[in-house]
């Protein structure tokens, strides 16, 4: 069983960094695709960024490219994501999922076992 757990979130100012950090508290997800994704208040869930299992594949928002850095560490069930030059406009609640695979952002629905979220907010 996948159950996410997110961490790292805080509040921040704009230009500074902030680094999220997603595990599994369940089986690995070695085998998994893992994304990130963000909900704003009021808007949609949104995709931000997804990595392949073996971690060689990445994806990105073009809101985030050049800023952001999806990685991950299999041997101990960790994926980060690395966020730096922050924007007020990345305010939001951060998860993570699994999903079939890291080509597979732009359909949220195909991502599960979703955590709980962790709150990022930058200040102007």
């Known amino acids: 069983q996948v159950q996410l757990v997110e961490s790292g979130g805080g509040l921040v100012q704009a230009g500074g960094s902030l680094r999220l950090s997603c595990t599994n508290s369940g089986r690995t997800f070695s085998s998994d695709a893992v994304g990130w994704f963000r909900q704003a208040p009021g808007k949609e869930r949104e995709f931000v960024s997804t990595i392949s299992s073996g971690g060689a594949f990445t994806y990105y928002t073009d809101s985030v490219k050049g800023r952001f850095t999806i990685s991950r560490d299999n041997g101990n069930n960790l994926v980060i994501l690395q966020m730096n030059s922050l924007k007020p406009e990345d305010t939001a609640v951060y998860y993570c999922?699994?999903?079939?695979?890291?080509?597979?952002?732009?359909?949220?629905?195909?991502?599960?076992?979703w955590g709980p979220g962790t709150q990022v907010t930058v200040s102007s």
């Open positions: 999922a699994v999903g079939p695979s890291a080509s597979a952002y732009y359909q949220v629905s195909l991502w599960r076992s």
